[in-house]
Each structure stands twice: as structure tokens, then as C-alpha cells.
């Protein structure tokens, strides 16, 4: 069914802005795990206790809670993603108005990739966001480590095409320089 203003070829605009997003996360930590488990669990117990207590329906507090315990869950492992508003470095938020340039760093050896920011001059990190170390092989000011093996250039680009703003710019830096990804 076509709906009302959209574009030939658009597709549907219910539950789309939870995908219009490129996102990499950090692996699986058992921290984590043991987070969401113990979230979970608290959630029942308190289900079951509101349920004896009050005499109420504890499968309510389940369905309330388990939004916010997922919500919690991908924030924390999050490492990088860019939607519609701009790009998170960690838990660093940054508008689109304040990026002119994404950089990939990939060093030779490492583990990670390096997914940077180029700042517009004037532009100011928010107050409060924890940022990793400078690393010589990433020339943007903010950054993020982001397993390779997570980590789909292509896909990227892709997206960033589709959901960033016309000015960005996607770069690879490498030992003989940047160049545009394409």
C-alpha cells in the first residue's frame, strides 16, 4: 500500500529509524552478560513480588521493563554508529552540523579499526564524553576502536550515502595517505 508524500520505490516509514543507522559494537563481555542477567532476574523477582503483594499481573512489569533493559544493553555495547541526528563515538553524541569527515584508520597488525571525526573549526566535543588516547595512526581529534572483525567499510559507505547529510565525507587513512572511500 502507498502511503501518502513518500517517494516511488520509498520503503514503508513505520519502525524505520531504528535501521536507518550503521552501527558497530564491541564484543560480548561477560560483564555485560552478567549485567543483563542480572537485570532480567531482578525484573522477575520484582514481578513476582508485585504479583503477591499487590496482587497484580507481574507479566506487566516485565513487558514496561524489558524495553529499557534492551535499550541499556545496546548502549553499552555501542562502540560506533551514525543515524539521522549524527554519529556516536562511544558515548560521545555528535550532530551532523559539527562532522565535515568520518576517517578509518585500519593500523597494520591491529585487532581494531579506528572510526574518527574531523570537527568543523569551532565545533567542541560535548562536555562529559570519555574518548580514547591520541593514536599516530588516526588523524582525526575524536575516535573509537572497533574490532575488524565487526567493521564492513562498504557497508558504511552504503549507509552514510543513504542517512548522512550530502557534505560527508567518508575517509581511509592508510600509510601513503587518505583517500575518499568509495
Same mark, same amino acid.
Given at each position: 500500500?502507498?502511503?501518502?508524500?513518500? $517517494?516511488?520505490?520509498?520503503?514503508?516509514? $513505520?519502525?524505520?529509524?531504528?535501521?536507518?543507522?550503521? $552501527?558497530?559494537?564491541?564484543?560480548?563481555?561477560?560483564?555485560?552478560?552478567?549485567?543483563?542477567?542480572?537485570?532480567?532476574?531482578?525484573?522477575?523477582? &520484582?514481578?513476582?513480588?508485585?504479583?503477591?503483594?499487590?496482587?497484580?499481573?507481574?507479566?506487566?512489569?516485565?513487558?514496561?521493563?524489558?524495553?529499557?533493559?534492551?535499550?541499556?544493553?545496546?548502549?553499552?555495547?555501542?562502540?560506533?554508529?551514525?543515524?539521522?541526528?549524527?554519529?556516536?563515538?562511544?558515548?560521545?553524541? &555528535?550532530?551532523?552540523?559539527?562532522?565535515?569527515?568520518?576517517?578509518?584508520?585500519?593500523?597494520?597488525?591491529?585487532?581494531?579499526?579506528?572510526?574518527?571525526? $574531523?570537527?568543523?573549526?569551532?565545533?567542541? &566535543?560535548?562536555?562529559?564524553?570519555?574518548?580514547?588516547?591520541?593514536?599516530?595512526?588516526?588523524?582525526?581529534?575524536?575516535?573509537?576502536?572497533?574490532?575488524?572483525?565487526?567493521?564492513?567499510?562498504?557497508?558504511?559507505?552504503?549507509?552514510?550515502?543513504?542517512?548522512?547529510?550530502?557534505? &560527508?565525507?567518508?575517509?581511509?587513512?592508510?600509510?601513503?595517505?587518505?583517500?575518499?572511500?568509495?
Amino acid at each position: 500500500m502507498a502511503q501518502a508524500g513518500s $517517494r516511488p520505490g520509498a520503503g514503508p516509514t $513505520r519502525r524505520t529509524a531504528r535501521w536507518e543507522r550503521y $552501527r558497530v559494537t564491541h564484543p560480548f563481555s561477560a560483564r555485560d552478560q552478567a549485567g543483563l542477567c542480572g537485570a532480567i532476574a531482578g525484573v522477575v523477582g &520484582l514481578a513476582v513480588l508485585l504479583g503477591w503483594a499487590l496482587d497484580m499481573k507481574g507479566g506487566v512489569v516485565i513487558v514496561a521493563a524489558l524495553p529499557f533493559i534492551v535499550s541499556w544493553y545496546e548502549n553499552r555495547r555501542t562502540a560506533f554508529q551514525f543515524d539521522a541526528a549524527g554519529a556516536r563515538f562511544g558515548t560521545v553524541p &555528535l550532530p551532523w552540523s559539527d562532522i565535515t569527515q568520518l576517517v578509518v584508520a585500519t593500523p597494520e597488525g591491529g585487532a581494531h579499526t579506528l572510526i574518527g571525526a $574531523r570537527l568543523r573549526p569551532g565545533a567542541s &566535543l560535548p562536555a562529559g564524553g570519555t574518548l580514547l588516547a591520541h593514536d599516530p595512526e588516526m588523524p582525526a581529534p575524536i575516535h573509537v576502536a572497533v574490532p575488524r572483525a565487526k567493521f564492513d567499510l562498504r557497508k558504511m559507505v552504503t549507509k552514510a550515502r543513504k542517512y548522512a547529510p550530502a557534505h &560527508l565525507r567518508i575517509v581511509v587513512a592508510d600509510p601513503s595517505g587518505e583517500h575518499v572511500a568509495a
